[in-house]
């Protein structure tokens, strides 16, 4: 058996699971067999979520590759844990208390390849979605300066149908590659995944982005394709908060109407429960000014439901994804 090593530590090798325990701490890492995989016990989320709140997660791993992938959701199988899948975590709002079972993240799945044949860009799940736009701005390949802004990954953008500047993932996805509970991979076509504004059938199911295509428009003028995306970088510095932790707009826009005009009108702007507040910049962000608890996003998101209801009567959906558990009452 391959045995991972850690200084200083208490090792326990299991026959059984083909995995080495060590314990540091108040905290387990195991190690699985054949894989650079690290799975930790009780780690912090909060630095994984762009909000910067969020309790533990009971187990967390963010596997290199796809045999590190395979073999974390196989643990989870054989101890029965749960699984919950993150990205960068930009979308997210972690409740204080944690979340049971194993999380995985897909941020470290990195390979990309731009194929100046097809125009199409295959990319792991893990891959930076801004990272990208810039990359395919400086090859002068047209269809992602929309996505500059956006911090999140590839796995969450499929996930989400992440969109601005009237354009959207679903628009170019070619195919997604997705790992099924069983462990065997599928990939499907836009039409297959089901897409709407801001909407995928891959939300809250337990199928996992491991890599997508997309079709972009090779050939152009670098420096043209770099300007268009500067453009779209600085629209967004200029009309959304970017100084302060948040998850983008907080809830989708109840069409005709902009979440964030209705919000604006109902005199929220600036309100603020312990550390979270309405930003004064763009009222559908709800920002971090600092201290702020998961509880504090969670009460502020329903006392603007509550109050856009009232003035309007619009339930704004939140867009940003809730996980673990929250107090129905605030
Ligand atoms: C400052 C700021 C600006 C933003 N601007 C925009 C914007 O203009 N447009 C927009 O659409 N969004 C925007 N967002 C929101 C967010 O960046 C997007 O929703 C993004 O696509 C989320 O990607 P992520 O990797 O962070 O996913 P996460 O937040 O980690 O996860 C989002 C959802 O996807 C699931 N998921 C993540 N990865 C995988 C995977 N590999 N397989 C299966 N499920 C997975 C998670 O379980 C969760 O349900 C913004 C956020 C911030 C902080
Ligand atoms: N409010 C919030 O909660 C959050 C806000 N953000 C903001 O979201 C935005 C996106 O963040 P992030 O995901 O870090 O992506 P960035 O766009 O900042 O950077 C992503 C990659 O693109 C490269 N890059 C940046 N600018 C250029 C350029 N002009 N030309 C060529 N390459 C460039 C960077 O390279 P290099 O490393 O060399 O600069 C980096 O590798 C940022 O404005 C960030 O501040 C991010 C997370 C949370
Ligand atoms: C940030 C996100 O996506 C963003 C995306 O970046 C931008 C740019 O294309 O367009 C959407 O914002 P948005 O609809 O709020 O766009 P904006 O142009 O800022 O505002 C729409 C309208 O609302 C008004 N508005 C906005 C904010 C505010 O505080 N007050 C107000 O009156 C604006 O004046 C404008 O007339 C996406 N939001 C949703 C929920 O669809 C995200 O999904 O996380």
């Not at 997660?57 to 959701?73: D, G, M």
């Not at 989870?76 to 208390?97: P, Y």
């Not at 897409?195 to 090779?218: C, M």
């Amino acid at each position: 058996m391959k045995i991972s090593q850690a200084d200083g530590n208490v090792c326990t090798v299991s026959t059984t699971h083909k995995h080495k325990t060590v314990n540091s701490g108040e905290s387990k890492i195991i190690y699985l067999e054949g894989t650079d995989c690290a799975i930790k016990s009780q780690a912090s989320l909060s630095a994984y979520t762009s909000y910067r709140v969020g309790g533990a997660a009971e187990w967390y791993v963010a596997p290199r590759n796809l045999e590190a992938l395979q073999a974390s959701l196989e643990y989870a199988k054989e101890h029965e844990l749960s699984v919950t899948t993150l990205g960068a975590g930009s979308n997210l709002l972690v409740s204080d208390r944690g979340i049971a079972g194993l999380v995985i993240s897909t941020r470290h799945l990195r390979h990309s390849y731009f194929d100046p044949q097809t125009g199409q860009l295959t990319v792991a799940a893990g891959e930076s979605i801004p990272s990208l736009a810039w990359e395919a701005a400086q090859l002068g390949w047209e269809g992602l300066e929309w996505a500059v802004g956006i911090p999140g990954t590839v796995g969450g953008a499929v996930v989400m149908n992440a969109g601005a500047h009237n354009s959207c993932i679903a628009d170019m996805l070619v195919s997604a590659q997705l790992l099924l509970p069983d462990g065997t991979l599928t990939t499907l076509t836009p039409a297959e995944i089901g897409y709407s504004y801001r909407t995928s059938s891959l939300q809250g199911s337990d199928r996992i982005v491991t890599q997508a295509t997309f079709q972009l428009q090779p050939g152009a003028d670098p420096a043209q394709v770099l300007a268009a995306t500067k453009q779209h970088k600085q629209h967004r510095l200029t009309t959304q908060p970017y100084n302060f932790p948040s998850c983008g707009s907080v809830f989708r826009n109840p069409k005709p109407y902009a979440a964030g005009w209705l919000i604006e009108q109902t005199g929220l702007k600036g309100y603020q429960i312990g550390g979270a507040q309405v930003a004064q910049l763009h009222a559908n962000f709800i920002v971090n000014r600092g201290g702020a608890k998961a509880s504090d996003i969670f009460c502020l998101i329903r006392h603007i439901q509550h109050q856009v209801q009232e003035n309007w009567s619009i339930l704004l959906e939140p867009e940003v994804k809730m996980l673990g558990e929250f107090q129905a009452a605030c």
